[in-house]
């Protein structure tokens, strides 16, 4: 079934945001209801290279990760009306955002560090959360990267608190209101 007007969108939607603010959920959701073709960067680059992201991050280190990041976010700009879910560190490089932004309208999704923290305390796929797993350690590392996150969105969502379905539906409604230029 094809998308209807109303939802297809001349870009792609680019979602960042730290570590269990709800990208991959989101776009999941996007993708399941809207028929967007749906990007999720680290299962891509896990699949490519054979191994999950902690064990990349342990035998290649973390600079291979961030240049597999780089080369897959130029490779996805040609795409339209793809929903990307961005590794918590992309807005981190300048080289990333021009990437997003040659094509795409970038989505913050943010949440409290106490929202983060009950979110990702159900699993140790995250690498850099080790030894941060704490509201100080996940607020110090947020407070580092905000001027990146901020400086990259094109919208900001609050996150906490709301649902999936309520998240994605604000995140239309906004759009909505913002040119497609
Ligand atoms: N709006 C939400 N409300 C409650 N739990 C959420 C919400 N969004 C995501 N989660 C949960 O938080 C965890 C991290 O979500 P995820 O989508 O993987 O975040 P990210 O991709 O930003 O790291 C998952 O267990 C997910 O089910
Ligand atoms: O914030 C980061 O630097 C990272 C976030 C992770 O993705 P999620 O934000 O989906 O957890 C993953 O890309 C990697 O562990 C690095
Ligand atoms: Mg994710």
Same mark, same amino acid.
């Given at each position: ?40 960067m680290d299962e891509t680059i ?15 280190? !973390?600079?291979?990760? @961030?240049?597999?990041?780089?080369? $897959? =976010? ?7 009306? +793809?929903? &990307? /879910? ?11 955002? !021009?990437?997003?932004? @040659?094509?795409?309208?970038?989505? $913050? =999704? ?7 923290? +009950?979110? &990702? /305390? ?60």
């Amino acid at each position: 079934m094809p998308m209807n007007e109303e939802y297809s969108l001349p870009y792609n939607l680019f979602l960042i945001g730290f570590m269990g603010s709800g990208k991959s959920s989101v776009a999941a959701y996007l993708h399941r209801k809207y028929e967007m073709p749906l990007f999720e960067m680290d299962e891509t680059i896990a699949e490519r290279e054979g191994m999950s992201i902690p064990e990349l991050f342990e035998t290649m280190g !973390e600079e291979y990760f @961030r240049a597999a990041e780089t080369a $897959l =976010l130029i490779e996805l700009q040609s795409n339209q009306n +793809t929903v &990307v /879910s961005c590794g918590g560190g992309v807005p981190m490089r300048a080289c990333n955002v !021009e990437a997003m932004k @040659r094509n795409g309208k970038v989505i $913050l =999704l943010t949440a409290s560090p106490e929202t983060i923290l +009950t979110r &990702v /305390s159900g699993n140790d796929n995250r690498p850099l959360l080790k030894g941060r797993k704490n509201v100080a350690g996940i607020q110090a590392l947020m407070e580092q990267r905000r001027p990146c996150y901020e400086a990259a969105a094109d919208l900001t969502i609050a996150t906490d608190g709301k649902k999936v379905e309520e998240i994605c539906r604000e995140i239309f409604q906004r759009l909505q209101g913002t040119p497609a230029d």
